[in-house]
């Protein structure tokens, strides 16, 4: 054992005032007595009898295996459909995410998910513990609730603040590792997933750094595959329940949570009353059948749990469904891929085969971020080796733009305006206008090879088009990138402008920025 390594689990060992520790496995004694308040026997019920599920009976009976899905483009519409099918939901909520931002938004979304529980609906919450900062959240507080659980998965085990993030020093391979995935499943017979997790800046346009992102709802079959994955997580030994946090048992903290909700009750009458017409609203569309479904076939694909547990060389030889699924969906394609990437590092491998695929008459577009509205240059500096290769090969390329009101300074100083931003959060592939891809995978490799995510995969040509169609709008509001004399150059016009804009370094970045977009380039590509 390293000198390094002898010292650091001596320091861990001290014992450390107001230090609080948690299981990391439910194998653990202290959990050997541990009974669940939620079982399986709370899922025994037919979702096809969910109110949920009448409103489209004749569509989901129609055909063997079929699904509907509906795009969700911006994040006001993708709290207010969930807010709203909370409220119709009769027997159970699932809810998995990568972040839960303990903000205005995530209470205001708890409360939803406390109400339908009152009601008698069984509400299972799954966090990931280093996305959620799980000590601090309000979330912890429902596991209190009688029809409510809570897990945090992957937990570190010391919640020291001194002594928390020094801890992945000891644990690396495992909590390097984390669960990304999204999903919101309501009567085990609709479903939620794509990009957003849980907080303001996924839900409401005016936060300081807002996410651009995809959503799509689903019902039918593939709902049961779905809820099939989130058991799979709930009951991995790496969810730990929440009853062994000591915020999660605070009755004092839980009081203070339910003041909140009724002052906001209180304070804001006339903006709940605006929220309750809204929710109203989308739940009578839903109930006279006024949502835009598409009607197709398709497959619910995500990395098992024990993914975070695989020594590194495992990992860095892993493929799993998600990769296989990819890889086949690629070589079956015969005219056109449109890519929506937050963060794109394609790997050699990859890269290999998009080149193979353009050269073959496969044409790609790809839209991802720019260096001024990513929220990860060191995932951008990996970007720009491929960039050029892609770009010289025939793909269309498109970096995200910054939105104008985000920008200050002289036409020759433009900046990013660091109190508001937008970034592209989106992961969504359109297959030969046939197939659509959407989910929490991002095409790097963190997703590929260290965390866990999920993906549906939707055979419809209606929807593809409308996803495809979505997908080319965001190149209306990006950079096109070309290659000139081997370097690359921006164009694009902002609202109101005359001519395009030309430019020959990252627009809107400052040189600090491109200094440290620099700098961040030295961290080895299987990091980002």
Not at 86 to 98: C, E, F, G, H, V
Request: with cysteine; proline share 4%.
């Amino acid at each position: 054992m390293s000198l390094f390594k002898k010292a650091s689990l001596f320091l861990f060992s001290l014992p450390i005032m107001g230090c609080t520790t948690v299981p990391t496995t439910t194998q653990d004694e202290h959990l050997q007595n541990y009974v669940p308040k939620i079982t399986k026997a709370d899922f025994n019920y037919d979702p096809m009898q969910t109110p949920i599920a009448k409103c489209y009976d004749k569509e989901l009976k129609s055909k063997k295996n079929i699904s509907g899905a509906t795009l969700i483009e911006d994040g006001l519409s993708a709290f207010v459909i969930r807010a709203a099918f909370a409220r119709m939901a009769t027997k159970s909520i699932d809810l998995q995410t990568y972040i839960y931002s303990n903000d205005f938004s995530s209470k205001v979304l708890i409360g939803e998910l406390k109400n339908a529980a009152d009601r008698g609906v069984k509400v299972r919450i799954l966090i990931d513990d280093y996305g959620t900062k799980s000590d601090i959240a309000d979330v912890m507080l429902l596991n209190q609730h009688p029809n409510i659980e809570v897990k945090v998965f992957n937990t570190v085990a010391n919640r020291s603040k001194l002594l928390y993030y020094p801890q992945f020093l000891l644990d690396f391979n495992r909590l390097n590792s984390r669960m990304h995935n999204k999903l919101f499943i309501v009567d085990n017979v609709a479903y939620i997933t794509g990009g957003r997790n849980v907080g303001s800046n996924y839900f409401y346009p005016e936060t300081a750094s807002n996410f651009s992102d995809t959503d799509v709802l689903f019902i039918g079959d593939m709902t049961k595959y779905a809820t099939a994955s989130f058991n799979e997580y709930w009951e991995y030994h790496l969810s730990i329940p929440a009853s062994v946090f000591p915020k999660a048992k605070s009755k004092k903290a839980l009081k203070k949570l339910e003041k909140k909700f009724a002052d906001i009750q209180k304070k804001s009458s006339e903006d709940i009353k605006q929220y309750n017409k809204i929710i109203s609203l989308v739940q009578y569309e839903y109930q006279n059948k006024n949502f835009d479904f598409c009607w197709g076939q398709g497959k619910f694909l995500a990395d098992p749990p024990a993914k975070v547990e695989m020594s590194m060389k495992e990992k860095e030889n892993y493929s799993g469904e998600i990769i296989n699924a990819l890889q086949h969906l690629w070589d079956k394609t015969q005219k056109s891929v449109y890519l929506s990437a937050a963060y794109f590092v394609p790997g050699q491998g990859g890269l290999e085969n998009m080149l193979k695929e353009e050269n073959s008459g496969v044409h790609m577009t790809i839209v991802t971020n720019s260096l001024a509205s990513t929220n990860a240059p060191t995932v951008y500096a990996k970007w720009e080796k491929y960039r050029k290769k892609l770009i010289e090969s025939g793909a269309d390329v498109y970096e995200f733009m910054l939105a104008a009101e985000n920008l200050r300074g002289k036409e020759h100083d433009r900046e990013r305006k660091q109190s508001s931003f937008s970034v592209l959060h989106s992961k969504t592939i359109v297959f030969d206008d046939d197939i659509s891809w959407i989910g929490s995978f991002n095409l790097d490799p963190r997703s590929a090879y260290y965390n866990t995510e999920n993906v549906a995969i939707f055979e419809s040509k209606e929807f593809a088009d409308k996803l495809r169609e979505m997908i080319i709008k965001d190149t209306k509001t990006s950079w096109r990138v070309t290659m000139e004399d081997g370097e690359p150059v921006w164009t694009g016009s902002r609202p109101g402008d005359k001519k395009p804009r030309v430019y020959y370094k990252s627009p809107d970045t400052t040189i600090f920025r491109r200094i440290w977009k620099n700098i961040t380039n030295l961290v080895p590509e299987k990091f980002v």
